[in-house]
């Protein structure tokens, strides 16, 4: 891991004004447990980029990740304040409310937002929550790189599967946003979900060409429950690149109670999930 680490160093050493070789060092820290590290990282790319609400998230999950609630809070509340780029997404307050209200409920459990500032929190949670939809299983995905389109594909135990050119399915799941400019985040997600796995799987259509890597890490985060008391999530890294573009995640029976990792990485998406549009 040291090893590691010092390349990434030597990444942020020779271009310290690059956001996009920032990300990928912030990404890599998380996906090594180390968000302290990552904190600072992502703090660059805020200083240089803070007109982009993914700047904001990044560094809140970095901040939440390493037990900073307070500062994590701040940057949660800039992202739904903010009047961002219609790039980003109608959905982008959606997800936005959903990972705040997921901070807010884990510090006040655990007891980091206790005292004088727990009853503000708890205030702050029935506000959040009265816009709040639950669902038996959600996705989401966000990603690191800019001028990149990652596609989130599930396919749900019938078989049908949701994705950019089929957003509604016949069992109620629905993608919420389809991005192809960069970062994301897209969701995918079913208020009540029928019984059997759903496969999630994540797919690199067109990478940048301008980038300092055409490695692209994404995000996955898989919450069984939402909104409920019983909420439980799980956050994968997943990396992409045009020579490996299509990875399933994880296999996710919500109703039984079951989760596996998916089969890694594959040449391209699975037949019967089919891009031939732009997406």
């Known amino acids: 891991q040291g090893i590691a680490l010092r390349a990434l160093s030597c990444i942020a050493e020779l271009h310290p004004g690059r956001s996009d070789g920032l990300r990928t060092i912030g990404y890599r820290l998380l996906a090594a447990d180390l968000p302290e590290a990552a904190c600072v990282v992502f703090d660059a790319v805020r200083r240089q980029r803070p007109f982009e609400p993914q700047a904001w998230r990044d560094l809140g999950r970095a901040l939440g990740r390493s037990g ?7 940057c949660h509340e800039i992202v739904l304040a903010g009047t961002w780029d219609s790039r980003f997404g109608g959905h982008l307050v959606t997800v ?59 396919a ?37 979900a029928p019984m059997g796995p759903f496969h999630v799987l994540v797919h690199l259509y067109s990478a940048n060409d301008n980038l300092l890597s055409q490695e692209t890490q994404v995000e996955v985060v898989v919450t069984v429950d939402a909104g409920a008391s019983t909420e439980e999530s799980m956050a994968f890294t997943v990396p ?9 995640v994880c296999v996710v029976d919500p109703k039984g109670g079951s989760a596996d990792m998916g089969r890694g990485s594959m040449d391209n998406l699975p037949e019967g999930i089919n891009k031939s549009d732009s997406g």
């Open 68 to 74: 900073r609630f307070q500062l994590a809070a701040l």
């Open 240 to 248: 992409l690149d045009m020579e490996r573009r299509a990875v399933e």
């Open 156 to 192: 749900e135990p019938s078989g049908e599967a949701c994705g950019f050119n089929h957003k509604e399915t016949k069992s109620g799941g629905r993608l919420l946003d389809d991005l192809t400019g960069g970062f994301g985040p897209e969701r995918y997600q079913i208020e009540s």
């Open 96 to 154: 936005g409310r959903s990972d705040y209200l997921h901070l807010l409920r884990r510090g006040l459990s655990s007891g980091q937002l206790a005292g004088e500032r727990a009853g503000w929190v708890s205030e702050r949670i029935e506000q959040l929550a009265k816009d709040e939809s639950a669902a038996d299983f959600r996705v989401t995905i966000s990603w690191n790189t800019d001028g990149t389109d990652v596609d989130l594909w599930v």
